[in-house]
């Protein structure tokens, strides 16, 4: 792809990423509502930081996220250039926010786990195994600071063989979705090869 296609396919991957956080955002922020008014956040753990505060906050986080990587893509449409770097901020943005999310819903138990996969494969497919990589190891270091939380002081893990199997399953997950995007890839640059090929014999031929 040309420069100025580069720059509008990842502005437009950006915006889809910021619609889908607004989107989780409105779906999360009422359900931990519920947790913390029915009291069922006592259930699952760390009702100790559990409040409407923490909500909030975890609320104002994504807001500003959003605000911000909508304010830079504007800029960029303008100046016709964005910054290569704002796919990694917004990737390690959302894996922040996941780990935020799964503190106070059960932690390494949390049902939001999997979200961890969707942003692996969604930024994976998107940008390729470099990106993909990059957020498989973002991923692992906030799972493993998450479990550290988690465990605090004593640290003896319940089931540490599946921990391991977990974090093994998000690299899993991550070199076959860059290994996919990487093909991907290959074989556009084949297609494009052959039309251009095809184009040139062509106006040989007239």
Same mark, same amino acid.
């Given at each position: 792809?040309?420069?100025?296609?580069?720059?509008? +396919?990842?502005?437009?991957?950006?915006?889809?990423?910021?619609? %889908?956080? +607004?989107?989780?955002?409105?779906?999360?922020?009422?359900? =931990?509502?519920?947790?913390? =008014?029915?009291?069922? $956040?006592?259930?699952?753990?760390?009702?100790?930081?559990?409040? +409407?505060? @923490?909500?909030?906050?975890?609320?104002?986080?994504v807001g500003i996220v959003n605000s911000t990587v909508?304010l830079i893509l504007r800029q960029a449409l303008v100046?016709? !250039?964005?910054?290569?770097?704002?796919? /990694?901020?917004?990737?390690?943005?959302?894996?922040?926010?996941?780990?935020? %999310?799964?503190?106070?819903?059960?932690? $390494?138990?949390?049902?939001?786990?999997?979200?961890?996969?969707?942003?692996?494969? $969604?930024?994976?497919?998107? @940008?390729?195994?470099? %990106?993909?990589?990059?957020?498989?190891?973002?991923?692992?270091? !906030?799972?493993?600071?998450?479990?550290?939380?988690? /465990? @605090?002081?004593?640290?003896?893990?319940?089931?540490?063989?599946?921990?391991?199997?977990?974090?093994? &399953? !998000? +690299?899993?997950?991550?070199?076959?979705?860059? /290994?996919?995007?990487?093909?991907?890839?290959?074989?556009? &640059?084949?297609?494009?090869?052959?039309?251009?090929?095809?184009?040139?014999?062509?106006?040989?031929? $007239?």
């Open positions: 792809m040309q420069s100025t296609e580069k720059m509008l +396919w990842e502005i437009r991957n950006e915006k889809n990423k910021a619609g %889908v956080r +607004w989107l989780i955002l409105f779906i999360l922020v009422p359900y =931990l509502g519920y947790l913390l =008014l029915t009291g069922r $956040s006592i259930e699952i753990g760390q009702e100790h930081i559990f409040n +409407w505060y @923490y909500i909030g906050s975890l609320a104002c986080f909508m100046k016709n !250039f964005i910054h290569p770097s704002i796919k /990694y901020l917004t990737m390690i943005s959302d894996f922040l926010a996941v780990a935020l %999310v799964m503190i106070p819903t059960g932690g $390494s138990e949390s049902m939001f786990f999997v979200l961890n996969f969707v942003v692996i494969v $969604s930024n994976g497919l998107r @940008y390729g195994i470099r %990106v993909s990589l990059a957020g498989t190891l973002v991923m692992n270091l !906030f799972y493993i600071a998450l479990i550290s939380y988690q /465990y @605090y002081p004593e640290m003896q893990i319940p089931g540490i063989q599946k921990e391991i199997l977990k974090l093994g &399953g !998000f +690299w899993l997950v991550g070199i076959y979705t860059g /290994y996919l995007a990487l093909r991907f890839e290959t074989l556009r &640059g084949e297609v494009e090869h052959y039309q251009k090929l095809l184009a040139e014999a062509l106006e040989n031929k $007239s």
